[in-house]
């Protein structure tokens, strides 16, 4: 039997426990995103009801991650988990359905729910085998839809398609957290506020280059193209991470000049090397575009980043 001193203390004990149990704040949600601007988006949703990671380091890009064992223990702790969708992680989307239960509950795309209209295919490449007299060109036309195209995932370089996503994540959120509904509401509606306003600083900042022909380089940028009116003729990379063929180059050269493109857009992930040659001999200028598939892991981190293309492209294409 139990010493009446080892049975008082298990009852205090047992009481202590009750009281913890009963007087603790609930565990917060938590939420995991996969790259930077999904990171920022859900973190302003989120505010301080619920805890939001990023799978990706803030200096790894979707295309080189690769997994670790604690990264699979963190996809099946997550209540949320937030992806872009149309095809920027299949390798995160296989790990989710073998590593998390009812996986299809707890994952919200940024993509879903985009009128087809909406999503613009990969842009078309160079007609390299144009026939005699025949000059090759590019067809940029961003709302063609072909049978067999594949759906660009760049959908974050459009603040009014982040509106979307914000409102997918928001619904994910409150489904998840029914008692926080009302929280989650406010804090998304203050942060559309937010992305409203970087619409209307971006679309009156390039007002006076509107039409300008614009190559880059990879086809990251159409949707955002598109929505300011910048004129997509060409990327430098056809196939992203593959060097270009010296046939692929020689059509983009003349769809430059032709185009009268005067400078070449590079990435902060790219080998600068190969635009840079090529702006050599076609006497044109280099800038760099930031995609922000990667970067800072902070709530402001995607609004910076735009405005930081903004002021490239307004130097660049002034």
């Given at each position: 039997?139990?010493?009446?001193r080892w ?146 995932p760049h ?33 998304a509606t ?129």
């Open positions: 039997m139990l010493s009446r049975f008082i203390a298990l009852l205090a004990f047992i009481g202590f426990a009750s009281g913890m149990a009963s007087g603790a704040e609930p565990s917060r949600l938590r939420v995991l995103t996969s790259i930077s601007p999904l990171y920022c988006w859900t973190a302003n949703v989120a505010g301080s009801l619920a805890t939001v990671e990023n799978l990706l380091p803030a200096d790894v890009s979707p295309h080189d991650y690769q997994f670790r064992p604690r990264d699979l223990k963190r996809i099946g702790a997550a209540d949320v988990i937030v992806l872009n969708g149309l095809g920027l992680e299949d390798w995160f989307a296989r790990a989710i359905r073998a590593n998390s239960k009812d996986a299809k509950m707890k994952v919200v795309r940024i993509a879903d729910g985009l009128p087809e209209a909406v999503l613009v295919r990969h842009l078309p490449t160079i007609e390299v085998g144009a026939g005699k007299g025949t000059t090759p060109a590019l067809d940029h036309d961003h709302d063609h839809h072909d049978a067999g195209g594949q759906a660009n959908l974050w370089l459009d603040p009014q398609i982040a509106r979307h996503g914000v409102s997918n994540i928001l619904h994910a959120l409150q489904t998840a957290d029914p008692a926080n509904t009302a929280g989650y509401a406010m804090n203050a942060y559309l506020a937010k992305l409203d306003t970087l619409d209307a600083e971006i679309r009156a900042a390039t007002t006076t280059i509107r039409g300008r022909p614009v190559v880059t380089f990879h086809d990251a940028f159409p949707y955002f193209c598109r929505r300011y009116g910048l004129d997509l003729v060409g990327v430098i990379e056809e196939v992203p991470g593959t060097d270009p063929s010296p046939r692929y180059l020689a059509a983009l050269l003349k769809v430059v000049r032709a185009k009268g493109v005067k400078v070449l857009f590079t990435e902060p992930s790219s080998n600068p090397r190969l635009a840079k040659r090529l702006a050599d001999d076609l006497g044109i200028a280099v800038a760099e575009l930031d995609v922000l598939e990667t970067g800072a892991l902070t709530p402001t981190s995607y609004e910076d980043g735009m405005r930081r293309n903004l002021a490239v492209l307004r130097q660049a294409l002034r």
